[in-house]
């Protein structure tokens, strides 16, 4: 991406979930040094260059929560309790540019490359979205805000599966050859969801601190 100016990408960061497994606030639990939901807003603004961050959140009590710049924006779900589906949509309805870079707000490993990778894959689709093992990877992916009315004709329908409109616009997918070129070990699908999760990540990144190098 051109580091000079800022691209047609806003970062949307799903933060709407309530944390049920992991027992607390994910987006607010300490890693390597700052907020979770902090690490994910910097890794993935600063890899696509994105032209704004907006943060997508169940309500504005939860926004005044969490550990947002001032220059980060926020959004309230436009459809309650429709999940990561939801989500997305509230996030491209109100991004200020043509793209979105979706991703979830406990996702610590995301690779710069790969996502900039991604984002010069848009050309002539409407989402770019990584397949690992055969299954999608939706909430790290690229939108257009063309998708936006396949995904509110599913969510009016009450259909929350996130891939049921990909048949409705054309996507670029990247298949796992394609993903390992820039993500060897496909860390940057890994999220946390229970402690253990946060043991096994907090163990991986104390390994590639002490090697000084990104880690495979």
Request: with cysteine.
């Amino acid at each position: 991406m051109d580091n000079c100016a800022p691209s047609d990408i806003t970062a949307i960061i799903l933060a709407g979930g309530i944390s049920r497994r992991f027992g607390r606030d994910k987006a607010v639990e300490p890693f390597a040094g700052e907020p979770m939901i902090r690490r994910v807003i910097h890794r993935s603004a600063e890899a696509v260059n994105a032209a704004e961050v907006l943060v997508v959140v169940g309500s504005l009590e939860r926004a005044g929560e969490l550990p947002l710049d001032p220059q980060h924006r926020v959004a309230v779900d436009a459809f309650p309790n429709s999940g990561s589906l939801g989500g997305i949509y509230t996030g491209l309805l109100n991004a200020q540019t043509e793209w979105g870079l979706v991703t979830a707000c406990d996702m610590p490993f995301l690779e710069s490359s790969l996502l900039q990778h991604m984002a010069h894959c848009r050309s002539g689709v409407d989402a770019v979205v990584p397949v690992r093992g055969g299954r999608p990877e939706p909430i790290h992916a690229l939108y257009s805000r063309r998708c936006l009315p396949a995904i509110h004709d599913r969510l009016l329908a009450g259909e929350l599966k996130i891939s049921g409109f990909y048949d409705r616009v054309t996507v670029r997918y990247l298949l796992d050859d394609e993903l390992k070129r820039f993500d060897p070990e496909l860390w940057s699908f890994f999220n946390i969801n229970r402690p253990e999760d946060l043991a096994l990540a907090a163990e991986r990144e104390q390994r590639q601190s002490a090697h000084g190098y990104p880690l495979p």
